[in-house]
């Protein structure tokens, strides 16, 4: 079975650009979180959607910001503009909500904002 | 808000050790999860609590939900080269999402 899917892997852009990371849960998980990790914060929650609708973006840094999840199959996370403290790695995860708590996490993508 | 505490930090060892580490939280939770994270990849679930005091083993890995309910541990006995990584605890409240320790990374030395 195929596990949470992310693009790019890698980005690397310049200040000022716009960046958008897309991911597609597993197939019949009906949960998709945003994570972001960096060395100094360890792993953050961004934001996370159930069955589409967001519940909890608290974790959102800021305005430049902003994460959809248009149907039960894909999720973008998009920065505008991008900042060199954004450079992290972010990861999608998904779980099919059954109160276990337990999430799957894509491999995550690499992003460095010169 | 919630808060977790993971340590140690970093933990170096010989390959055949035992290594320990362990996770409190602020609040009460009814979900203790630890993943492991290799370089490059996303984390993995290693192992799922969900009652205080329940003790779970996944070959040799033991980890422990806290009678308190703010407090986990994960055990790993005889340890391989392969067993180097980060390994996070995460928990949750009910009704919320996990939130996750800093981490603890291992090197095993052979």
């Known amino acids: 079975d195929a596990g949470v899917i992310q693009s790019p892997r890698h980005e690397v852009t310049e200040m000022g650009q716009e960046v958008t990371l897309r991911c597609k849960p597993i197939s019949g998980h009906n949960s998709l979180f945003w994570y972001r990790q960096t060395m100094m914060r360890g792993l953050e929650l961004l934001i996370y959607?159930?069955?589409?609708?967001?519940?909890?973006d608290s974790g959102m840094p800021e305005d430049r910001f902003s994460a959809k999840m248009p149907n039960a199959s894909f999720s973008t996370l998009k920065i505008q503009p991008s900042e060199p403290r954004d450079s992290a790695v972010y990861f999608c995860?998904?779980?099919?909500?059954?109160?276990?708590?337990?999430?799957?996490f894509g491999e995550g993508s690499r992003l460095t904002v010169l | 808000g919630q808060q977790l505490n993971q340590s140690p930090q970093s933990m170096f060892i010989q390959e055949g050790e035992d290594v320990s580490m362990n996770c409190t939280s602020s609040s009460i939770f009814n979900t203790w999860l630890w993943y492991k994270q290799d370089p490059g990849e996303g984390p993995v679930l290693l192992i799922a609590?969900?009652?205080?005091?329940e003790l779970t083993s996944n070959g040799r890995l033991t980890a422990q939900f806290g009678i308190t309910r703010k407090d986990s541990f994960l055990n790993i006995s005889a340890s391989i080269p392969s067993d180097v990584g980060i390994y996070f605890c995460?928990?949750?409240?009910?009704?919320?999402?996990?939130?996750f320790g800093k981490g603890t990374t291992l090197s095993v030395s052979s």
């Open positions: 959607f159930n069955n589409n609708v967001p519940i909890d």
């Open positions: 609590l969900y009652k205080a005091g």
């Open positions: 995860a998904s779980t099919d909500n059954s109160n276990t708590g337990e999430l799957f």
């Open positions: 995460a928990g949750r409240e009910a009704g919320t999402a996990l939130i």
